[in-house]
Structures are given as structure tokens and as C-alpha cells.
């Protein structure tokens, strides 16, 4: 069974960083696309950053770009998300997911919460 699990987040004060882990499970994670997202209250799910399978290609979303940095570690079957210069609105609970053939997976999230 596929299983995701986000850790790392937590309260930071603007401008700081935080450094979020997803451990995978239960598929072929040297194989697969993984990405973060993120959901603010009131807000629709914002994709934030995917990573190809090797790990050569990221995307992030535009509010992000230049800040945040996406990277895996296939041996480990971990993606991480390292986020620098943390402003408030960053504030959110954020999801690691893999689209597969049939389905979209999701972790059950870890809140980030950027306050002075």
C-alpha cells in the first residue's frame, strides 16, 4: 500500500527556513514524479514544486520560485522540500504527493506557520 509521510514543519518567524521530509513507501519511488503542494485556509491546494525520478528536472510554482529548493534521495525513498526566506504568507499545512497510472496519493500534510 502506498504510504506518504511529511515531517519537519512547524513555527518559524519570518525569514527563516525549514527543511520538509516526505518518506515514501509501498510503490517504485526511484521511478516517479514527486510533488508538494500546499493549502492556506479559504484557499485552493497550490501546487509548490515537483521533482522528476532521477531528480535533474524541478518546477515551483511562481510565489516560491528562488526561494524553496525540491530535492530526493532515491536510496532513502525521501523528497524534501528546503524552504529559505519563509514570508507569512507561506503559511499553510503542506502535502507530498505522486501522481501513479490510476491515482493521485497523498500524505496527510504538516503545517507550516511563518509569524513574528
Known amino acids: 500500500q502506498v504510504q506518504l509521510v511529511e515531517s519537519g514543519g512547524g513555527l518559524v518567524q519570518p525569514g527563516g527556513s525549514l527543511r520538509l521530509s516526505c518518506a515514501a513507501s509501498g510503490f517504485t519511488f526511484r521511478s516517479s514524479t514527486m510533488r508538494w503542494y500546499r493549502q492556506a485556509p479559504g484557499k485552493e491546494r497550490e501546487l509548490v514544486a515537483d521533482i522528476n525520478s532521477a531528480g535533474g528536472v524541478k518546477r515551483y510554482g511562481g510565489s516560491v520560485k528562488g526561494r524553496f529548493t525540491i530535492t530526493r534521495d532515491n536510496a532513502k525513498n525521501t523528497v524534501y522540500l528546503q524552504m529559505n526566506s519563509l514570508k507569512p504568507e507561506d503559511t499553510a499545512v503542506y502535502y507530498c504527493?505522486?501522481?501513479?497510472?490510476?491515482?493521485?496519493?497523498w500524505g496527510q500534510g504538516t503545517q507550516v506557520t511563518v509569524s513574528s
Open positions: 504527493n505522486v501522481p501513479l497510472g490510476y491515482y493521485d496519493y
